[in-house]
């Protein structure tokens, strides 16, 4: 699947309307793989993106789904972290959301994806079964599982998947850890993990995170993966879902640092370090989605006063590179980037 495409360029799945049909349609007519984010969405909603993105395109796609965890969250930890957002909640004209656990109706976006026989479909916060794996590439669907270690590279390839995707600490939005109780590494980088995983599996691999620039490209390429993914090189493209208020942030000279925080969803997630972030990190405990759905109405009510001291503007360490340009143009660009840094290369 992933030589198919004519440009080693896959646009990351970023949920919570990021991920619109016309950015994943713009990135597979220009050759690369555009992704849909099933995150956060019911089962019939991902169905109707996927009719949408057929109806924009032929070329191949692909959309990702959380895999669900235990609902092993500290019930005293969560209620102490509400007791301290009381008061943000109290001045903001708000009741904070009900700290609860759910599977992100994992058994019917699965339903989905055998039903709709989508390309390629990626798994994030964990693995599914060698038997969830095997009916989906039964189906005609190429399988990719979203790791951040070793140990994870080998338990994904194990149950049976066609290729990692290996996200670096580089990465904004959350981590991929498949356990909420472990955190990744975040001193061994992109290019260092991707030769960990290289010596642990014999499966192809994509590179995620911080990749900003064609030269970045190349460099993943050279480390061993067969594709690049980019997230936070997509946000400020027209055909993006992210908010205006987050697209101006990743530019603005008051965010000019991004940090890991479990403040926002009880995940750990690399966003821009605003005020909630920074006042309120070390009161978050390992509770997803858990804290999501608490904070959920906070977050709301920021985006709608314009207030991005308050939101989670998730974003890699990379951000103050996005790009404002349609998506296919973007995509050519970075093409452009990456053959000049080779020839480059070559030159010398």
């Given at each position: ?259 890991v925080t479990r403040a926002f969803t009880g995940r750990p997630a690399r966003g821009l370090v605003n005020r909630f972030l920074t006042e309120y990190d070390a009161f978050a405990p390992a509770a997803y989605p858990h804290i999501h759905h608490m904070t959920k109405p906070l977050r709301s009510v920021a985006a709608k006063a314009n207030d991005p001291q308050m939101m989670s503007l998730w974003a890699g ?32």
């Open positions: 699947m992933l030589h198919t495409l004519s440009v080693p360029i896959i646009q990351a799945p970023m949920a919570g309307g990021v991920s619109t049909p016309a950015l994943a349609a713009a990135v597979s007519e220009a050759g690369g793989l555009g992704f849909l984010a099933g995150g956060y969405k019911t089962a019939e909603e991902m169905r109707k993106e996927i009719a949408t993105l057929r109806a924009l395109t032929d070329q191949p796609f692909g959309v990702n789904v959380f895999v669900p965890g235990e609902d092993d969250a500290d019930e005293k930890a969560v209620r102490r972290y509400k007791e301290v957002l009381e008061e943000e909640a109290k001045r903001l004209g708000v009741s904070l959301g009900e700290p609860k656990w759910d599977d992100d109706d994992w058994e019917a976006k699965l339903t989905v994806l055998y039903e709709e026989k989508v390309p390629v479909v990626s798994f994030t916060f964990g693995c599914p079964s060698s038997k969830i794996i095997s009916k989906l590439q039964d189906n005609g669907s190429f399988v990719i599982v979203t790791v951040t270690s070793k140990t994870e590279a080998q338990i994904a390839a194990g149950q049976g998947a066609d290729v990692l995707c290996v996200q670096g600490p580089e990465a904004g939005g959350h981590r991929a850890t498949f356990r909420n109780d472990e955190t990744a590494d975040e001193n061994v980088s992109l290019l260092v993990l991707l030769q960990q995983i290289r010596e642990a599996v014999d499966l192809p691999l994509i590179a995620a995170g911080g990749i900003m620039h064609g030269r970045n490209i190349a460099a993943v390429l050279a480390a061993g993966a067969c594709a690049a993914q980019l997230g936070t090189a997509f946000l400020r493209c027209p055909e993006s879902g992210a908010s205006p208020l987050h697209k101006n942030a990743l530019i603005d000279p008051q965010f000019q640092a991004t940090a360490q990379g951000h103050r590179l996005a790009r404002n340009m349609p998506a296919q143009e973007l995509v050519r660009e970075l093409m452009k980037e990456m053959e000049e840094a080779v020839q480059g290369l070559i030159r010398k």
